[in-house]
């Protein structure tokens, strides 16, 4: 048998990690009094005792040197109401939090209403991975919400099926 694509470019690459669908997270705090927001679809949980989760992060972000220094950060798994937001949360420029209500923590992790899942996390270590880093973070605290999350699939935000 012989594989079809051998370019290992990046958008080859793109298409082929696209096929794999995951869900959506917004990461988000205060950080000198403004509420700073990116979104993720490399969301993962790692380990149930210590309760740790991870994201991955491109080196080139400029939102994660702001949040990484952040106490607490506020993780929201976003819903299938959440689908411009999404786009919103991800976008380069403007106000990221545009149309969205949400819920700050008296530790400064910020997160967006309506979500299937908050989790208030702290960041515990990055491991330097290519072109983006592994961001490991502890679980300290979480609420969880009875939505259906959106799905990231093909470079699209998708509702699940109803069964």
């Known amino acids: 048998m012989t594989l079809t ?29 403004e509420p700073t927001a990116m979104a993720a ?21 400029t939102t994660w040197p702001r949040l990484r220094g952040a ?9 299938e109401a959440h689908d411009v937001a999404a786009r919103t949360l991800a976008a380069k420029t403007g106000n990221r939090f545009e149309g969205l209500s949400t819920t700050t923590s008296v530790d400064g992790a910020v997160f967006v209403d309506g979500a299937c899942a ?17 961001v490991l973070m502890r679980v300290n605290e979480l609420d969880l919400r009875d939505e259906l999350p959106i799905v990231f699939h093909r470079s699209a935000f998708r509702r699940l099926a109803a069964s």
């Open 5 to 33: 694509h051998t370019t290992l470019d990046a958008p080859t690459l793109r298409q082929a990690f696209g096929r794999f669908p995951s869900g959506v997270v917004a990461i988000c705090a205060e950080v000198d009094g």
């Open 41 to 61: 679809s490399s969301f993962v949980g790692v380990s149930f005792d210590p309760p740790l989760v991870a994201f991955c992060v491109q080196n080139s972000s």
């Open 71 to 79: 106490d607490r950060l506020g993780i929201s798994v976003l819903g």
């Open 118 to 134: 908050w989790l208030d996390a702290t960041v515990t270590e990055e491991v330097p991975a290519g072109d983006h880093a592994i």
